[in-house]
């Protein structure tokens, strides 16, 4: 088997038969011509069931996360909407992270609560916790995402799928902060892997797209149906971009990281910062289990500010070359404020962040111009 930063530009990727084109084509095509009534050439008939861009980033995604089946869909929510239809039904129950993207808390509290379905939030880092709110019979499946948004929370991966076994529950992580470059999970033991291609697949802020990875055929049936019966699937277009981001995602992981370690060296010297969130940290609660289960640490960082909510929110209005924005994973560095952007959606749940917290999606800048830009801000 070849390698990651291989499969990344070749798996599902090979140059077309006709033209000889090394980069797959766009099919903007919502149909395909028939050669006599059900004479469909390479199996496709009508784009949402199947589109030969699509395939092709659907096929890349099962490499890098080293699974069988892949399928790419609208948005990241998109494909956790279709994995949660594929595993609950009404009646059942399913154990989510106390620090989670606020998206899909929202999804699961708002939407998936009035059709039925219940959810206890968990602190993950305790294993004997997450065990105790299993409801026997009514869970189902419980949800992971490592590391945490935005507070870079680590979860014990392994320790949660041995636990769902034993239970007999599925597993699903959110893989969108680490990417497969630094984490693969179903190499521990979980069932499905889901990814918002929005972030570091796409990795140049140019699309919205989602991911879902599986291994279990039984598991691929129910969400290829549902994928097809539903219709939440990536346009060619979109497929493309995503795969485009995908060739360069080891080296734009090695920047990240690296400058995010810088970053956060800075921050450690700066007596404005009250607590740093960076998994890397050898202080950090999940330090160990991080090390072992992910390749290197990534490049999101959190951090809280003297001064509360106002001086937080100044510091985003501040800086020149960190954008403020919503979002994650891009080439360029983000900035923003949890509480009033990306996690409001969570305010007064049990998910709710402090105020004077400041995230960072630490760009493939150079790095002596992403710190001068902090330090003139704070
Ligand atoms: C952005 C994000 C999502 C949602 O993805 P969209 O593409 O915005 O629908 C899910 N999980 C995490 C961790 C995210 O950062």
């Known amino acids: 088997m070849t390698r990651f930063e291989t499969d990344a530009i070749h798996a599902g990727q090979e140059p077309d038969p006709v033209t000889g084109a090394v980069v797959p084509a766009i099919y903007q095509t919502s149909t ?60 059942d129950h399913i154990i989510v992270p106390i620090d989670a993207y606020g998206g899909s808390y929202r999804l699961i509290n ?26 026997p019979g009514k869970t189902k499946a419980i949800w992971v995402e490592t590391p945490t948004n935005p507070l870079l929370a680590i979860t014990d991966i392994e320790a949660i799928s041995a636990l769902a076994r034993a239970h007999d529950l599925t597993v699903i992580v959110d893989n969108t902060f680490a990417s497969p470059y630094l984490q693969q999970p179903l190499n521990l033991g979980a069932d499905i892997v889901i990814h ?32 097809n019966a539903m219709g939440p699937v990536a346009g060619p277009m979109d497929a493309w971009l995503v795969l485009r981001g995908i060739r360069t995602l080891g080296v734009r992981m090695d920047r990240h990281t690296f400058n995010a370690k810088a970053v956060v060296r800075y921050l450690q010297g700066n007596s404005q910062i009250t607590e740093i969130f960076y998994p890397g940290l050898p202080g950090h609660k999940g330090h160990e289990i991080a090390k072992r289960q992910m390749r290197d640490f990534g490049g999101m960082v959190s951090f809280r500010v003297k001064g509360g909510a ?30 009033r952007m990306t996690h409001a959606s969570v305010s007064g749940s049990p998910l709710e962040v402090p105020d004077d917290l400041i995230r960072l999606s630490v760009g493939i800048e150079h790095i002596d111009d992403l710190i001068e830009d902090l330090e003139r801000a704070l």
């Open 32 to 91: 395909y011509k028939q050669d006599g009534v059900g004479g469909l050439r390479g199996g496709y008939d009508y784009s949402r069931s199947g589109n030969p861009t699509r395939a092709a980033l659907e096929v890349n995604l099962a490499a890098l996360e080293r699974g069988r089946f892949g399928f790419a869909t609208s948005s990241g929510l998109s494909a956790e909407d279709l994995i949660l239809r594929a595993v609950l039904k009404p009646g």
């Open 110 to 135: 708002r939407v998936y609560t009035p059709w039925g379905i219940s959810h206890t939030a968990v602190d993950q880092n305790d294993v004997v916790a997450v065990e105790k709110s299993i409801q």
């Open 196 to 227: 918002s291609t929005t972030k570091y697949l796409g990795g140049h802020s140019d699309v919205i797209g989602g991911a879902v990875i599986t291994s279990n055929p039984a598991l691929a049936e129910k969400i290829g149906f549902l994928h």
């Open 310 to 339: 106002e001086k937080a929110l100044r510091v985003c209005e501040k800086v020149q070359i960190f954008t403020l924005a919503e979002s994650l994973g891009g080439v360029e560095s983000l900035i923003e404020h949890p509480a």
